[in-house]
């Protein structure tokens, strides 16, 4: 299947600074990204919609000065964690599709953020 | 509003035994319901897709299974193994907006 690769895996910031997280198709085009966010023992819940070339759709509740999300290439979403604090260590994971329409989702490797 | 289910939250069966994991959905009105095994840290590992139209697919050791009209999807595993230890997801996709709704998990433990 597609890969989809997220990066760094796992980071450790300190309360007030920013971390950016990477999210990557490696093997095709992806217009549309989705950046998810897992609490320890609960399931996914989506944050935001990355879209190319234009502003992120965000779900009800998110913050987006708090989480910048920017969509620059078919290939590439980025999520800012700004002025983090503890409150947002969580699990952030990206995901993509292959192809345009209801087709089979792919998620990158999840990245552990941990505010101190 | 799609809400996803998974029955049991957590499962502990010994090694070898057939067992089946549970998802409904409150609309049926679903293109697909995807499978998915996360292993703890880690990223979601799409397991199986089926099509709204399929009502089975299979891979391996894992069958699923759908039926729209109830609601509901199993995955069923034989001959479970300790590798097989993990969380398993399913997730179906959500309006327009294409993302994925996804049920709590089931978290299982295979005991050697």
């Known amino acids: 299947g597609a890969v989809v690769s997220q990066h760094p895996s796992r980071v450790i910031c300190k309360s007030g600074t920013s971390v950016k997280i990477e999210c990557r198709s490696l093997?095709?085009?992806?217009?549309?990204m989705f950046w998810y966010r897992q609490f320890p023992k609960q399931s996914l819940m989506l944050m935001a919609t990355?879209?190319?070339?234009?502003?992120?759709?965000?779900e009800q509740g998110v913050e987006k000065d708090k989480f910048l999300i920017n969509h620059a290439s078919l290939t590439l979403s980025t999520l800012t964690v700004t002025s983090a604090h503890p409150e947002d260590s969580s699990f952030y994971i990206c995901?993509?599709?292959?192809?345009?329409?209801?087709?089979?989702?792919?998620f990158g490797q999840g990245t552990r953020l941990t505010v101190v | 509003k799609q809400e996803v289910t998974q029955i049991p939250a957590a499962l502990s069966v010994p090694e070898g035994e057939n067992l089946v994991l549970n998802c409904s959905f409150t609309?049926?009105?679903?293109?697909?319901l995807q499978w998915f095994r996360q292993d703890p840290g880690k990223g979601l590992t799409s397991l199986l897709l089926?099509?709204?139209?399929?009502r089975e697919q299979t891979s391996g050791r894992l069958n699923a299974s759908l039926d729209k009209s109830s609601g509901r999807s199993t995955l069923y595993i034989a001959a479970s193994q300790p590798g097989d230890s993990a969380t398993y997801l399913c997730?179906?996709?959500?309006?327009?907006?294409?993302?994925?709704?996804f049920g709590a998990g089931t978290r299982l433990t295979v005991k050697p």
């Open positions: 093997d095709f085009q992806a217009t549309t």
């Open positions: 997730a179906v996709p959500r309006g327009s907006n294409n993302d994925m709704r």
């Open positions: 089926i099509q709204s139209s399929q």
């Open positions: 609309d049926s009105a679903i293109y697909n």
């Open positions: 995901s993509a599709r292959e192809r345009q329409g209801w087709t089979e989702a792919f």
């Open positions: 990355s879209n190319e070339g234009s502003k992120a759709t965000y």
